[in-house]
C-alpha cells in the first residue's frame, strides 16, 4: 500500500505555518466537530484601512490532512484583501498541497469553510455586511448548530439542548435545557451569545437556562 500523503502535505503537517491564537482578534470562527474527528478555529486581524489580513492563525483538532488544510490557508490568505481570501476555493487549497487522497478532500472544504466564516465574523462586527437578511428562528437556529455541546461532543440543536427560540423586534431569546449552575452554562451561552450578538439586526440576545 503506497502511502497517502505526499511531501508537501507532510511538510505542512510536521511545521504547520501560523499555528496558534490570536489574542482579542478582529474575526474568528470554529467549524467542525471533535465527535466527527475534524475541526479547525481561526483567528485573524485585519487592516481596517486597506481590509488586508494582516495576521491570522489557526488551532487544529483532527488529522495530517486537517492540520497540513489549516496551514496553507492561513498561507493563502495572509497579506490578502477580505474579498480576495473569500475567493479562496478548497480546489486551490488542495492543489497548493500537491492533492489530497480523495478521503481527505473533506479536510480543505472545511479549511475553507472557516476562513469564510471568520471573514463574515469580522464583516458582522464591523458593520460590512452588504446583503443583509432579516435574523429569523432559521437563522438563529442554524448559527446555534456552531455551537458546541461539550457534554455530548455535538452541536447544541442536533443534542436537543435548546429548547425554545424566539426573535421580536431585534431581541433573541433562547432557552436551553440545563440548570444554570452547570459546570458547562456559562461556556454554552457565552458561545451562543457571541455567534449571534454581531447580527446585523439583533439588538440584545438573552440566554436563560430551565432550571
Not at 157 to 181: F, H, Q, W
Request: include cysteine; proline fraction near 4%.
Amino acid at each position: 500500500m503506497s502511502f497517502p500523503y505526499n511531501d508537501v502535505v507532510l511538510e505542512h503537517f510536521k511545521n504547520p505555518r501560523n499555528i496558534g491564537s490570536i489574542k482579542d482578534p478582529d474575526g474568528k470562527a470554529t467549524e467542525g466537530s471533535p465527535a466527527c474527528g475534524d475541526m479547525v478555529s481561526l483567528y485573524l486581524n485585519v487592516d481596517p484601512k486597506t481590509l488586508i489580513i494582516s495576521d491570522i492563525k489557526f488551532e487544529s483538532y483532527g488529522c495530517a490532512s486537517n492540520i497540513a488544510t489549516g496551514s496553507i490557508i492561513t498561507e493563502l490568505a495572509k497579506g490578502q484583501t477580505i474579498d480576495e481570501a473569500k475567493k479562496i476555493t478548497w480546489k486551490q487549497a488542495s492543489e497548493a498541497l500537491g492533492g489530497l487522497p480523495s478521503i481527505k478532500v473533506h479536510c480543505s472544504v472545511l479549511a475553507i469553510e472557516t476562513l469564510r466564516a471568520a471573514i463574515q465574523n469580522y464583516e458582522e462586527k464591523n458593520g460590512l455586511v452588504t446583503e443583509k437578511v432579516d435574523t429569523t428562528v432559521e437563522v438563529i437556529t442554524k448559527r446555534l448548530k456552531k455551537v458546541m455541546n461539550p457534554i455530548k461532543g455535538l452541536d447544541m440543536i442536533r443534542t436537543n439542548l435548546v429548547k425554545d427560540i424566539s426573535v421580536k423586534d431585534g431581541i433573541v431569546d433562547i432557552l436551553i435545557d440545563l440548570p444554570e449552575n452547570h459546570q458547562f452554562a456559562n461556556a454554552i451561552k457565552s458561545d451562543a451569545i457571541e455567534k449571534i450578538e454581531t447580527l446585523w439586526d439583533v439588538k440584545e440576545v438573552n440566554v436563560t437556562f430551565t432550571e
